[in-house]
């Protein structure tokens, strides 16, 4: 494991966000495009969750997401962050707060 130090640490921007809308993405098996809520702003995330979650249990979920991550293109969609999970032998579990929150609210 590689340790950071604490200002490294401080640069990550973990946000609450909600999930408002979510789509298989064309020609792929396991990737999703989900759109969130952080409150002030929407943002589109792409993520390979498509062979664990079904479209209709995402709807609303609040989910973690790094919000500071630079943009990446991801099957010609623009992925502007990444949700938090944690692997497990039947794939990701998504990582949520354990009562609903503010969309937008800082992870501490």
């Given at each position: 494991?590689?340790?950071?130090?604490?200002?490294?640490?401080?640069?990550?921007?973990?946000?609450?966000?909600?999930?408002?809308?979510?789509?298989?993405?064309?020609?792929?098996e396991?990737?999703?495009?989900?759109?969130?809520?952080?409150?002030?702003?929407?943002?589109?995330?792409v993520?390979?969750?498509?062979?664990?979650?079904?479209?209709?249990?995402?709807?609303?979920?609040?989910?973690?997401?790094?919000?500071?991550?630079?943009?990446?293109?991801?099957?010609?969609?623009?992925?502007?962050?990444?949700?938090?999970?944690?692997?497990?032998?039947?794939?990701?579990?998504?990582?949520?707060?354990?009562?609903?929150?503010?969309?937008?609210?800082?992870?501490?």
């Amino acid at each position: 494991m590689d340790l950071i130090n604490y200002d490294e640490f401080k640069k990550v921007e973990l946000r609450v966000a909600k999930i408002l809308e979510a789509e298989k993405v064309e020609g792929s098996e396991k990737l999703l495009k989900i759109k969130l809520s952080l409150g002030t702003e929407e943002r589109q995330i792409v993520s390979g969750i498509a062979k664990t979650y079904d479209l209709a249990s995402l709807i609303g979920r609040e989910i973690i997401i790094v919000a500071n991550l630079e943009p990446r293109s991801l099957m010609g969609l623009e992925s502007q962050g990444m949700l938090l999970a944690a692997d497990s032998p039947d794939g990701p579990v998504l990582l949520q707060p354990d009562k609903e929150v503010e969309p937008g609210s800082t992870i501490k």
